[in-house]
C-alpha cells in the first residue's frame, strides 16, 4: 500500500470543483440522448477530449506516457465500465434508482480498504459514510427503494466498479500524472464506443424515438446540437474528471469518496437552475447529511493532518 501523504483539504476543493463542472454538463445529456445514442456520444466526447488533451499537452508541456501501461489501462478499463453501465441503466431503470446504486461506491470503497488493502478505517469515517448513504437515500426518496428486481443490482454493481477504480488510482497508479490517467480514462471510453457502434451495426436492432433509443441507437447523422453540447460535456468532463483523479492521488480514496456525495446536490442545484426543477425539503434534509458527511471527513482529517494547511 502506498505511503504517499494524503492532502485531504485540498482533494476536497478538487471534488467540489469536480461535482459543479459534472453536474452542469451531465444535466444535458437528456438533450444528447434525444438524437443520438450512448455509444456514439461517448466515442465522439472522447475525441473531442483527446484533442483538447493533446492541444493542452502540447502548449503546456505535458507527458501522457504512462509510467506503468499495465496498470492505467487496468484503471482506465474499470472506470470506464463502470460509466458505461451507470448510462446504459438510464435505459431501463429509474434515474433515482440507477443514481443511488452508484451511490453506494463509498461502502464498497470502505470494504475494499480494509479487507484487500489492509488499510486501517476509524468509527468516524465509517459513520460519515453510513449518515451520506442516507443522506442519498433521503435526496432520491422512496423511489430509489422500491421496484427491486435482478436488474437493480446493476447500478450496485456500476458502484463497486467505481469504488474499485477510485481505490487502484492511487494503490496502482500513485505515481502517474493526472493527465496521463485522463487520457488513458477517455481512450477507454472511446474504444467501448466505438465496439458499441460496430456490434449495434451488425445487430441493427429496434431502436425507440428520443431518449428511450439513447442505449439501443447505433451511428447516426446528429444536428449541431450535438455536437455542441457533447463537446461542452467534452471540456467539463475533461477538466472535471482530471480534478477528481488529481484528489484521489493526493488523498486516501476512503476519505475523498464522502466528498463525492456533493454530486447530487450539485446536479440537483443546476437542474433548478437550468429546466427550473425544484426540491422538496427531503431532498433539503438529505442534502444536509451528505454536507454533514463531508464536514466530519474534513475535520477528522485536519486532527489527524496537524501538519497540513488549508492551502497544501
Known sequence: MTTTPDRTLTAALAILAYALLIGFTDNFVRVVAVEAGLWQF???RAVMALALLGLAAQVVGLDLRPLRPGAVVARSVIHATAMLIYFGCLAFLPVAQVAAG??????????IS???FGEPI???????VMLGFAGVLMLLGRDSLQEARLAALL???SGALYAFGNIVTREWCAQERAETLLAGFFMALG?????GMGVLALVAPEVPAGTAGFVLRGAVWPGG???LWTFVQAAGSLLGVGLMIKAYLIASASRVSIFEYIILPASALWGWVIWDEVLDLGAWIGMAMIAGAGAMIALRSRQLEPEATPLS
Open 42 to 44: 461517448h466515442a465522439v
Open 102 to 111: 452508484l451511490f453506494t461506491a463509498p461502502i464498497f470503497v470502505l470494504l
Open 114 to 116: 480494509r479487507f484487500a
Open 122 to 128: 476509524g468509527p468516524v469515517r465509517v459513520v460519515a
Open 155 to 157: 447500478p450496485v454493481i
Open 191 to 195: 474504444v467501448m464506443g466505438l465496439v
Open 225 to 227: 446540437e450535438f455536437y
